[in-house]
Nanobody
Framework: QVQLVESGGGLVQAGGSLRLSCTASGRTFSSYAMAWFRQAPGKEREFVSTISWGGGSTYYADSVKGRFTISRDNAKNTVYLQMNSLKPEDTAVYYC???????????????????WGQGTQVTVSS
């Protein structure tokens, strides 16, 4: 079993930055593809970004491309989401997710991910 714990959310003004972190338990983190999803009030959970097991392949939703950067440190069992130029429409609960995979093909749908964190709130004020 893998447990994921997110941190780094908060309140920020439009144009500002935040860095989210997701730390995993266990010794098999490096065999997991990791992703970030988000869910705004009244909306479905949506894909934000994903990174392959080794960090060599990344993929982003069009809505965040050029503003967000996903990265990982397998020695620390942690995946990050650097969020710059934040907009009010980025306001949501952000979830970290993982799936055991050595593929570099990006997966953007929630049923494919076996493990989820509890979420961290990001609020961007205008």
């Amino acid at each position: 079993q893998v447990q994921l714990v997110e941190s780094g959310g908060g309140l920020v003004q439009a144009g500002g930055s935040l860095r989210l972190s997701c730390t995993a338990s266990g010794r098999t983190f490096s065999s997991y593809a990791m992703a970030w999803f988000r869910q705004a009030p009244g909306k479905e959970r949506e894909f934000v970004s994903t990174i392959s097991w080794g960090g060599g392949s990344t993929y982003y939703a069009d809505s965040v491309k050029g503003r967000f950067t996903i990265s990982r440190d397998n020695a620390k069992n942690t995946v990050y989401l650097q969020m710059n130029s934040l907009k009010p429409e980025d306001t949501a609960v952000y979830y970290c997710a993982g799936r055991r995979s050595y593929s570099t093909v990006p997966v953007t749908t929630t049923p494919e991910y076996n493990y989820w964190g509890q979420g961290t709130q990001v609020t961007v004020s205008s």
